[in-house]
Every structure is written in C-alpha cells, then in structure tokens.
C-alpha cells in the first residue's frame, strides 16, 4: 500500500526537512539573489538619503549666505535714503559740487610714471560687487562652475 501524492523528504541534520525535489543550489542561489535585491534596494535608499543630506546642508549655506547680503543689502538701501550719503556720492562718483565751491583734482605720481593720468569718477557705490554680481559667484560657487 502506498500513500499516493505524499512528498519524498530527507533529513538534512539540524536544519530539518528539505524536499529532495530542490536541489541545495538554487535554494543557495534564490537565497543570495534576494540577499542581493534587499542590499541593492536599501543601497539605493542610503545613497539617495545621503545625496538630500548634502543638497540640504548646501542649500541652508547659501540660505544663510543670501540673508546676510540681503541684510547688507539693506544697510545700503537705508543708507541710499539720508542726505549725507546722497551728498557723497554725487560729490565722489558724479564730481558734482555745491554752488560757490571749487572742485580740485589732486594727482598723485604712480611710484613707476612721473605723471599719472587723472581718474574718472568711480561708477560703483561701493567697492564690493553688486548683488547680482554676488549672488551670480555664489550660484557658480556652488553648482561647481
């Protein structure tokens, strides 16, 4: 009498019962290929995480470099707006004077000419670039252009 559908199994040592059906090497193979897909997904995930670390450390720098140019930014503005300023720059840049007064040009000799030219007047507020400017070098310095 024998038992019809019933499974042929061995005894493989303390692992217990393995179907004599599945060889050892595609259970070794199944095994180490859904080893590999767990590491390639959790690999991925790791690196992606670790690429948005850096992107957001990036962008808090240029976050912070942006609130303090827009704070200089404003100093200049409030600066714009009083008299005095005013009176400088159109007296430094503009080369304007006020009604009875003389303007002189003192030239300095270059240590290497004996005469120097006569310089124009400046065109910037100040020496420091402007925003765009500023803001275009931070853009470059970090997309690494």
Partial sequence: MGHSGARTVAYSGRHGLIPRRIPRWILSLAVLGLLGAVVFAFGTSFLQVYRLKREAARLLQL???????????????????????????????????????????????????????????????SDRPSWAVRVWRTWLRWFGF
């Fill in 63 to 125: 976050k912070q470099d942006l609130i303090e140019q827009n704070a200089q930014l404003r100093e200049e503005i409030k600066l714009l707006h009083t008299p005095g300023y005013i009176e400088r720059i159109a007296r430094e840049q503009l080369g304007l004077v006020k009604p009875g007064e003389i303007a002189l040009l003192i030239v300095r000799p270059r240590a290497e000419t004996r005469m120097a030219a006569p310089r124009g007047p400046s065109r910037a507020i």
